[in-house]
C-alpha cells in the first residue's frame, strides 16, 4: 500500500445544535499533516459530533471544516471529500453479514469504480495488513469482535485515505482487544503516514498521540480552547 500524504483538518468556529440541545459551540482547532490527535470528553460532549462533521457526515449549523484548505460544506462535495480524502472506523463494525471479509473491505472500492481484480488484490493485501491474511473469507460471524473490528480498519484504509477518522473504536471491545485495535492503528499511521483523529471517552488513549484535546459540554475545555484557535 503507498504512504498517503496527511491530511489538514481546520475546524473554524464550527456550532451544532439538535433541536434545543447545543452539541458544538463555536469550535476551532487546526491538525497538522500526519499528526495522531485523540478527542477526549464525557458522553454527550460533542465529541462524536464533531468527528461526523470534519469527515463530511454531519453539516454544521455555523462555521467551517476545510480539508487542505478546501471548505468541504461551501463546496457542496461532502461526499467525494469522504470517498477520496477520509476513512472510517466506527465503534459498532458494521460489517455485511452476507459478504467474506475480503469482500467488506473491497465495498468501498465499487463505488469508487475500482476494477474487480485490483479490488481483490488491494482487498488481500490489506486484510494481510492487519494480521488477517487467513480469515479473508470467513463470514463476520466467523470472526470474533476484535477481528471483525480490523475487517474495519481493513475497509477503512480500502481507498487510501489521508484522514483517518476513529470513533470510538474500542468501545465494545474487551481491555486486552481494544489495546491491540489501538496499537493496529498506531501503528498504521506511523507507517502509511496519515493523519489520524481518534474519539474516545478513555482520556488514557491519550498516551499514544501527539497530543488530547477536551471537550466539555460542546467546546474546548480550558487553555486549549485558546492554544488551538486557529
Do not use: C
Given at each position: ?116 481484480r ?55 471491545l ?13 501503528r ?35 487553555a ?7
Amino acid at each position: 500500500m503507498n504512504a498517503p500524504a496527511g491530511a489538514e483538518v481546520i475546524v473554524d468556529g464550527v456550532s451544532k445544535s439538535f433541536g434545543r440541545i447545543s452539541a458544538l459551540r463555536e469550535v476551532s482547532l487546526r491538525v497538522a499533516p500526519r499528526e495522531a490527535v485523540v478527542i477526549t470528553g464525557r458522553s454527550g460532549s460533542g465529541k462524536s459530533t464533531l468527528l461526523a462533521m470534519i469527515g463530511g457526515l454531519e453539516q454544521p449549523d455555523a462555521g467551517e471544516v476545510l480539508i487542505d484548505r478546501r471548505p468541504i460544506w461551501r463546496s457542496g462535495q461532502p461526499a467525494l471529500a469522504r470517498r477520496e480524502v477520509v476513512g472510517f472506523v466506527f465503534q459498532r463494525h458494521l460489517l455485511l453479514g452476507a459478504l467474506s471479509a475480503r469482500a467488506n473491505v473491497e465495498v468501498p472500492l465499487i463505488g469508487a469504480r475500482v476494477h474487480r481484480r485490483e479490488r481483490r488484490e488491494r482487498a488481500l493485501a490489506l486484510l494481510d495488513e492487519v494480521g488477517l491474511a487467513d480469515r479473508a473469507e470467513h463470514l463476520p460471524s466467523e470472526l470474533s469482535g476484535g477481528e471483525s473490528q480490523r475487517v474495519a480498519v481493513a475497509r477503512a484504509l480500502a481507498n487510501e485515505p489521508r484522514l483517518l477518522l476513529a470513533d470510538e473504536p474500542t468501545g465494545a471491545l474487551d481491555s486486552v482487544t481494544s489495546e491491540r485495535v489501538l496499537d493496529l492503528l498506531f501503528r498504521l499511521r506511523d507507517r502509511l503516514g496519515m493523519t489520524l483523529l481518534v474519539v474516545s471517552y478513555d482520556r488514557s488513549v491519550g498516551v499514544r498521540a501527539d497530543r488530547t484535546i477536551t471537550l466539555v459540554d460542546g467546546t474546548l475545555e480550558g487553555a486549549e480552547a485558546a492554544l488551538f484557535q486557529r
